[in-house]
């Protein structure tokens, strides 16, 4: 199952500020859930200094198939905020073993890196870009709900969180821009980013985006900024580094490979018709609680990702995480400063996948395909002329096996773009061409009152 894979320190005392470390580290389908893992205590070692308090002012192409939905998949949450707003607000996202994660993490006074002259890559990745990775500390009310150890009618107290982030540009007033994901700053009321010079600082959310899990959050002061590589230049083997703060431990370097570009992870239990991920880069270097919003880099230290998630049946890494392409990332940041929105391309149809009991039933002529339940009303699908029945088998030159196949493309095109289906429509294949639309932010997905087939309303899926 998705997990969420932020770091919290759990709640602090009634009426205290909590303390905070001096130094540290969709829909075009279903909404991630981030179902509990195993509760997996961490200590501290006992030498480990006390957090000082802050001042006031965490190759697969598409058609080939994916992760199990039984299976869990941490999203790597790095900040298991509120135990309540990820159970409910990420639909089903696994927090409980974060959400009752209560350990502090070891501090340390200072970052040192070696020069970037040297025959180490892991070693000249790291020294080229972990200047400018965050730690980012999160705090916010919860609910009396996830509280259970609190007597009846006690106020929610702060529970707090950690995650890491991306410094990558810089704004007009003289601050920083700094990427991370959505979920780490979820209904966060307090932002705290601490740099690899231990400075602490305020942070004000400009913008985010749950689709992609991509949020952008700004401090006053200028920090050293990232190398923007280009994921679409990723190839499958290729080394890359990973850079976060797992566990609080900031600034930590794990290594690995990209095991695989291109993955859709459909979460099991989520809502109808949303996905939390999609085109994500799949890796093996280590990522774990607070790693979230995190750099992925190449051996030059470019940026080509942010890691979001992990695969794992434990909590931890178990050597399959995922992160956001940096050009989806950048591409979605430009929209938040911008606008303090994204929009996203979208075709407007309710659909699922083609299958053998679909394809008998139906009369198909084809066993693969995203088959179209039902067009949403208003949306371009809607004006182009695709009807209830259609089976989408190809987009430009590209084969459509499935619904994932087609979100993807549908995913990689911008909006405006022209289009040309390829569509099985009464036994005989046709060509529409169509533009690509705005998915709304509210969409009321039709209730068909005679189902063209027998199915799983989990099943289906909006594009």
Known sequence: MYEDHSEEQGPARPGELPAERTEGFSAQGRQPPLPGTENIPHEPPPSAPTPAPIAPPPGERPGQPGPTRGAVVA???????????????????????????????????????????????VVAAAAAALPSVVNIDVSGSASMEVQPELPE??????????????????????????????????????????????ERRRAELIGSDAETDIAVVSVAAELPLVDIGDSDDLLVGQSVTAIGSPFGLSHSVTSGVVSAI??????????????PLVDVIQTDAAINPGNSGGALVDRAGSLVGINTAIFSETGTSGGIGFAVPVNTAVRIADQLISHGRAEHPFLGIIGQD????????????????AFVVEPIEGTKADEAGILAGDVIVSLDDQPIRSMDDLILQV?????????????????????????????????????????????????????
Request: no cysteine; charged share 25%; aromatic share 4%.
């Open 153 to 198: 009618g006690h106020p929610g107290v702060p529970r707090r969180g950690n995650g890491s982030g991306v410094a990558f540009r810089a704004a007009e007033d003289g601050g920083t821009y700094i990427l991370t994901n959505a979920h780490v700053v979820a209904e966060a009321d307090s932002i705290v980013v601490t740099g690899v010079d231990g």
């Open 411 to 463: 995913r990689r095109r911008d909006i405006g773009d022209r289009v040309s289906l390829g569509i099985w429509r009464e036994g005989e294949l046709i060509e529409l061409v169509m533009e690509v639309g705005i998915k709304p932010e509210d969409i009321e997905l039709p209730e068909s009152e005679t189902p063209a087939v027998p199915e799983d309303p989990d099943d289906q899926e909006q594009d």
């Open 354 to 369: 083609v299958t053998l009991d679909i394809a008998e039933t139906e009369g198909l002529p084809v066993e693969q395909g």
């Open 262 to 275: 291109g993955r859709s992870l459909p979460g099991p239990g989520s809502q109808r018709g949303v996905y």
């Open 75 to 121: 999203i790597a949450l790095a900040v298991a905020l509120f135990a309540g707003s990820i159970a409910g607000g990420f639909g089903g996202f696994a927090g409980a073993w974060l959400a009752t994660h209560r350990a502090e993490a070891p501090v340390a006074d200072t970052v040192r890196v070696v020069p970037p002259e040297t025959d180490e890559p």
